[in-house]
């Protein structure tokens, strides 16, 4: 399998996202540690007020690098409905090749990472919008953590995928059997892959300078 079909990656329509997750890449580990943990407290604080809210719609995403987060974000605006996000206890690296691999094998071994954070209350929920990158042909590891950990019987879930010009692999197949009793509707889907272009047209510039 390519690399390429190995982990989905952002838009260009959403490069300011990923410019911002380049960015983070330059910081040191320890701080990034530091803002993982501070963004774990709130993320744990936030969710002890979803339910009480009163929307019966939720809008729960995973991202790595920010592209699925402006998606989810502009559904949480325009549907008035609460917005959770799905965070595994242990980060994945920011290198983006490093993350292929640690996907790659996650996925091989049928991995369920622990999750930071559990939605309480899901029951008060009747729609759940459920935002993903497609990753080595499917939903990522933590994805089906989700779903294993969170009962969406009897719940209209609408999947939001991104994915890096393969398509959704066998994605739906894993929703409809981590959620065999869920209402399974259409995917909106869109081609997500500025970042592995940006990674190439770099490579492809550093070989033009090594040849001249």
């Known amino acids: 399998m390519s690399r390429r ?5 952002p838009a ?14 330059d910081q040191q580990p320890a701080a990034r540690g530091s ?3 501070a963004r774990g407290s709130r993320l744990a604080a936030r969710g002890s007020r ?5 929307s019966r719609t939720l809008v729960a995403y995973f991202t790595r690098s920010g592209n699925t987060r402006v998606i989810a974000a502009q559904l949480h605006r325009e549907l008035k409905a609460d917005l959770f996000e799905i965070l595994p206890v242990a980060s994945y690296p920011e290198d983006y090749e490093q993350t292929v691999e640690q996907a790659r094998r996650e996925r091989d071994v049928g991995a369920r990472p622990p999750l930071k954070v559990m939605v309480p209350n899901i029951g008060a929920y009747e729609t759940v ?14 994805v089906r953590s989700f779903l294993a950990a969170h009962d969406l019987s009897g719940k209209t879930v609408r999947p939001v995928i991104t994915h890096g010009g393969y398509g959704l692999g066998d994605s739906l197949a894993v929703l409809k059997s981590h959620a065999p009793n869920a209402n399974l509707m259409p995917a909106f889907s869109m081609e997500a892959d500025q970042e592995r ?14 040849r001249a």
């Open 12 to 25: 260009a329509l959403f490069l300011t996202a990923g410019a911002s997750a380049c960015a983070a890449q």
């Open 35 to 37: 803002r993982l943990a």
């Open 197 to 210: 272009r940006t990674m190439t047209q770099v490579r492809d510039w550093l070989g033009q300078i090594a």
């Open 129 to 142: 919008f459920l935002c993903f990158p497609i990753w080595g042909e499917t939903a990522p590891p933590v």
């Open 5 to 9: 079909a190995a982990l989905g990656a």
């Open 50 to 54: 979803l339910a009480a809210r009163g």
